[in-house]
């Protein structure tokens, strides 16, 4: 059984959830997502909880179950609350800054690299070497973020480049002197 599946997930009061077969479509403060579920899951709003069931147990619908559920209830959130991911870069040099919705960073490169934020994600930059992603859409604020790092990535002997605030670099030795 799926444990994650069968939890009822609770709609926020101000955001209104429309099922158009098995097309999600949730609205909310922050905006509006919408997905379409895979046909085998039965999605019902009773009341102000959305459940999500699957019609037996066969392997796939299973696979399926806590999937579906997952990706609706993170939809909600999304348009409540919203995602935010914090990137830090260290460097000497290295800098960001924001020039309207373009995010233009100097990486010890020739040039600068510069990023266009895409549709329903915002960027920030606190300072010269902290981003803040953030948006509705977890999957494209985590895949901005990711392109983002993906630029510099950190490197283990100095740990210079773009890494996530929480993420921890493990630091190798430099090299050995001569004895």
């Known amino acids: 059984m799926s444990r994650i599946g069968l939890k ?9 959830v429309n099922l158009n077969g098995n097309a999600v479509t949730v609205k909310g403060p922050n905006g509006t997502l919408s997905m379409d579920a895979h ?15 699957r019609p037996n147990d066969a392997k796939e619908n299973r696979s399926l179950h806590g999937l579906t559920r997952t990706l609706i209830a993170n939809m909600v959130t999304g348009v409540t609350e919203g995602f935010k991911k914090n990137l ?7 800098r960001v800054q924001l020039q309207g919705n373009t995010l233009v960073m100097n990486l010890g490169f020739s040039h600068q690299v510069t990023m266009e934020a ?19 859409d977890k999957q494209a604020v985590g895949q901005f973020a990711a ?13 210079k480049g773009i890494k996530y605030a929480e993420e921890h670099i493990r630091r190798k030795e430099g090299k050995a002197g001569k004895k």
């Open 147 to 159: 392109q983002i790092r993906e630029k510099r990535p950190p490197e283990p002997y100095k740990g």
């Open 39 to 53: 046909p085998n899951m039965q999605i019902s709003v009773e009341g102000s909880e959305i459940i999500v069931s």
């Open 118 to 136: 895409p549709e329903g994600v915002k960027i920030e930059c606190p300072s010269a070497n902290a981003i803040v992603v953030s948006g509705a």
């Open 88 to 94: 830090e870069v260290n460097g000497v040099g290295y």
């Open 8 to 16: 009822p997930i609770t709609i926020p009061a101000g955001v209104e």
